[in-house]
């Protein structure tokens, strides 16, 4: 089984739909959870980063981690054209520094 | 955060040459990775470049085959040695800033092996 397992998509909306990307994790040990936004030809780039569970908003972005479930989720609202990218989510522990990476989930977001 | 520069941002090699990525950063760091990302897989921890020390190998992955230099704090390369096609990926060196959660990322080097 994989440490974090993500749905690759790709996934396609209209433009002002709203969006949501899963990642499920299998170690109960994770206390820290991001998400990343890569665009085409280009480094991944911190979008949200969340500490143990519960929400956390910026701007149209929610990041929601449910740690009882080992699950997390971003949503993205009035989704834009310039939203489409992949994303992906992470994932460490307190102890080390290694970090788990999801597959990432390829959005388009059709004007 | 960090901003943080690759280079070449892009290369194409033949088989059996070496390629030297270069990483630098615009403040000191103390922990600095190396990446690799191939289509549709998750990121690839290839090693932890060390300040002053030897870097630090994941499994599969050999200082032979990847070494890695860290003079100072805010420099890294990674040589990508005696390539072959399957060597064609994204590398990408990150960065831990003092705030040890947060992981940064460079824009990458594309290398296509021929």
């Known amino acids: 089984q994989k440490e974090v397992e993500q749905d690759p998509g790709p996934l396609s909306v209209p433009e002002g739909a709203i969006v949501s990307l899963n990642c499920t994790y299998s170690?109960?040990?994770?206390?820290?959870f991001m998400w990343y936004r890569q665009y085409s030809r280009k480094g991944p780039e911190l979008l949200m980063y969340t500490y143990s569970s519960g929400n956390k908003e910026d701007g149209r972005f929610t990041a929601q981690v449910d740690k009882s479930s080992k699950y997390i989720s971003l949503f993205i609202r009035d989704s834009q054209p310039s939203d489409s990218a992949t994303y992906l989510c992470a994932m460490s522990s307190n102890t080390g520094n290694q970090f788990y990476f999801g597959t990432g989930t390829s959005l388009t977001v059709i004007p | 955060s960090a901003v943080i520069s690759q280079k070449p941002s892009r290369d194409i090699c033949q088989r059996g040459t070496s390629l030297t990525i270069q990483c630098q950063v615009d403040s000191q760091v103390t922990m600095m990775f190396w990446y690799r990302q191939q289509p549709g897989q998750s990121l690839t921890l290839i090693a932890t470049?060390?300040?002053?020390?030897?870097?630090?190998?994941e499994s599969g992955f050999v200082i032979d085959k990847f070494p890695i230099s860290r003079p100072n704090l805010t420099f890294s390369t990674l040589t990508v040695s005696n390539m072959s096609p399957e060597d064609s990926s994204i590398y990408l060196c990150s960065v831990y800033p003092s705030v040890r959660e947060t992981q940064y990322f460079g824009p990458g080097t594309r290398l296509l092996v021929l």
């Open positions: 170690n109960s040990a994770f206390q820290y």
């Open positions: 470049a060390n300040q002053g020390s030897e870097a630090t190998y």
